[in-house]
């Protein structure tokens, strides 16, 4: 199964300053990576998908960027409703996997 | 509007049965895939089990294979997980998930339903 690894565990920012969340992939998924957001009591929501897409509704300061093992989401400039856990999921290879997340947090 | 609704959690003991269902709407239910995917509240996100859009292709993960059991009904546009012998690490919050595009079914899933709460207990 491919092992997805992110980090920071947390990240400890401030509304308007940059977050770059990385997910390394223990083999390559292409560009087969999705990134969600979850805050507590919700559903995860779909940020990017297919490495650099950015899903329906999703605020043009979110970016993806990377291929087969090593990937980004960066936040330009952190909103207080950014605040939340991301996820990175592969979906090159069953079984699907997801990463342990990185809660931004201020 | 796409709406994804779980239903059928609870409390159960170990080794018993539960059948979890996801009733959807404002989509062409019938041409999506769709997984089952579940949290330990706290903790991560783990997939679970993905079914194609016929439902003539499943699939599962490991430890879960041979327990758990995905269907879908597409008349009824209701997607199904049969939990068999359940242990306390079953105990989760259990969502349905669906795929962003026809033909797709790894994914990604662009939406999801609020989940169903499975707590395995004596």
């Known amino acids: 199964e491919i092992v997805l690894t992110q980090s920071p565990a947390t990240l400890s920012l401030s509304p308007g300053e940059r977050a770059t969340l990385s997910c390394r992939a223990s083999?390559?998924?292409?560009?087969?990576l999705a990134w969600y957001q979850q805050k507590p009591g919700q559903a995860p929501r779909l940020v990017i998908y297919d490495a650099s897409n950015r899903a329906t509704g999703i605020p043009a300061r979110f970016s993806g960027s990377g291929s087969e093992t090593d990937f980004t989401l960066t936040i330009s400039r952190l909103e207080p409703e950014d605040f939340a856990v991301y996820y990175c999921?592969?979906?090159?290879?069953?079984?699907?996997?997801f990463g342990g997340g990185t809660k931004v947090e201020i | 509007e796409v709406q994804m609704l779980e239903s059928g959690g609870g409390l159960v003991q170990p080794g018993a049965s539960l059948r979890l269902s996801c009733a959807a709407s404002?989509?062409?239910?019938?041409?999506?895939?769709l997984s089952w995917i579940r949290q330990v509240p706290g903790k991560g996100l783990e997939w679970v089990s993905g079914i194609s859009a016929s439902g003539s292709t499943t699939f599962y993960a490991d430890s879960m294979k041979g327990r758990f059991a995905i269907s879908r009904d597409n008349f009824k546009n209701t997607l199904y997980l049969q939990l068999h012998s359940l242990r306390a690490e079953d105990s989760a919050i259990y969502y349905c998930?669906?795929?962003?595009?026809?033909?797709?079914?790894?994914?990604?899933?662009?939406?999801w339903g609020q989940g169903a709460l499975v707590t395995v207990s004596s």
């Open positions: 998930a669906k795929v962003r595009v026809v033909g797709a079914t790894t994914g990604p899933f662009d939406f």
């Open positions: 404002g989509f062409s239910f019938s041409n999506y895939a």
């Open positions: 999921q592969q979906r090159s290879d069953w079984p699907l996997t």
């Open positions: 083999h390559s998924v292409s560009s087969y």
